[in-house]
């Protein structure tokens, strides 16, 4: 098994109860919950809520073993994974290597932006915000060049979730401990190329978004393309320069680098084509799941990089290694959608259910904190976040809001 994110824990788990050995190998000893990265960067909740260490998850079972390395290639012939210091054979593979930020080639992303897919970058981004107005109030004159604005590319779910409660964050929690800044001064700008946010859902749901944000003073920019990002700002394609010290890309993921060095076929975007079954064309012993994976629909369109079609292939690769074990035919693979959420901020979310059902408000709200605590790992990490999202709501006191690496 290569990688540990929501395909790869699904596939193992339903392999750990079976008369198999399992090795799962991933570069991090964790398994990060990223629906709520964007809640670490805010200073929301503390990254120990969202990431849980892969050896206790699979501590009780004896036929899992864990192999922290770095998947260099793979000897699909010999049957065997390269690893930065070693190889390990397998008789069948389930490669679910996830995916990366994709920043389109644009001038100045890889070296100006902040990308929010990986707990690192996450950290790093809530450091960097608080540094900005830790300096702000030394030198309020950098309010001018931008120390307190906020652009973030991208009008998805990530977006979406990120703008909000980064409006929040400046108006009911930091807005309360700075002396020499007005905080009211501080910006949100969201940059979508299209036509509307969170494009994926239904118009209803787009409208709401729209107008929860509206509420919380977030300018959105429809239309608009980044052409390149600075230091000192971002630069339209239109020809504007919005001053910032702080740009998040949210605009999109590629799949991981490791779909390009197996030299194997892919689809527009970079995924790795496989068969119905999610097996790779003339090796039925290897399954490629989630992000790095590109399945399709019963008409043909390929699904979208979501947690619910990772976590679903996981679950249907490791059952047709099961079934080909035992002699039966695999079976291909159906995704069944239950549905898309996104939160805005307090009492502010989306829900897209079967059945045409829609929710928005508050109720879209609670049943996303739900939602999200049944799917967080363990019951430490659920109570946890439970306790933060319960002293967040009635104090209106976030944290942690720590600067460690800003020697670095």
């Known amino acids: 098994m290569i990688g540990a994110g929501f395909a790869g824990l699904r596939a193992v788990r339903r392999l750990a109860t079976e008369p198999v050995d399992v090795v799962l190998v991933d570069r991090h000893n964790y398994n990060t919950f990223q629906p709520l990265l964007y809640q670490v960067a805010t200073a929301g909740l503390d990254e120990g809520g969202v990431a849980h260490t892969i050896r206790a998850i699979f501590a009780d079972d004896a036929n899992v073993e864990v192999e922290l390395g770095t998947v260099t290639g793979v000897d699909l012939a010999a049957r065997k994974v390269h690893l930065n210091g070693g190889s390990v054979g397998y008789d069948a593979l389930i490669i679910a290597a996830g995916a990366t930020t994709n920043d389109f080639a ?122 390149e990002v600075s230091a000192r700002g971002v630069r339209l394609a239109s020809g504007e320069e919005l001053a910032t010290h702080t740009v998040v890309w949210t605009a999109g993921v590629r799949p991981n680098p490791l779909a390009d060095h197996l030299e194997l076929e892919q689809a527009p975007g970079g995924r790795i084509v496989v068969e119905p079954d999610l097996s790779l064309p003339g090796r039925p012993e290897v399954f490629v799941v989630g992000d790095i994976a590109a399945p399709r629909d019963r008409a043909g369109r390929l699904l979208p990089q979501l947690a619910p079609v990772a976590m679903q292939t996981g679950t249907h690769a490791a059952e047709q290694i099961l079934r080909a074990r035992d002699g039966k035919p695999t079976k291909a693979f159906r ?74």
């Open 106 to 227: 644009i001038p100045g992303v890889s070296d100006h932006a902040f990308p929010l897919y990986t707990l690192a970058e996450a950290i790093r981004l809530r450091e960097h915000v608080l540094c900005c107005f830790e300096d702000a109030e030394r030198d309020p004159a950098l309010v001018d060049e931008g120390a307190l604005t906020v652009v973030i590319v991208g009008g998805g779910p990530t977006g979406v979730e990120t703008a909000g409660t980064l409006a929040e964050l400046f108006t009911k929690v930091l807005s309360r401990g700075y002396r020499n800044i007005d905080v009211r001064r501080s910006r949100v700008v969201v940059i979508e190329m299209g036509t509307e946010l969170l494009a994926s859902f239904r118009p209803a749901s787009r409208r709401h978004a729209l107008e929860s944000l509206d509420e919380r003073d977030v300018e959105v920019r429809f239309g608009a393309r980044v052409a």
């Open 335 to 408: 995704y069944r959608n239950k549905g898309t959420m996104a939160t805005i901020g307090r009492h502010a979310a989306v829900a897209d259910l079967p059945l045409r059902i829609t929710l928005r408000g508050t109720i879209a709200w609670f049943a996303w904190l739900l939602l999200h605590l049944i799917y967080l790992i363990g019951f430490e990490n659920r109570a946890q976040v439970l306790v933060q999202w319960a002293w967040n709501y009635w104090t209106w006191n976030w944290g942690p809001r720590l600067v460690i690496g800003r020697d670095a």
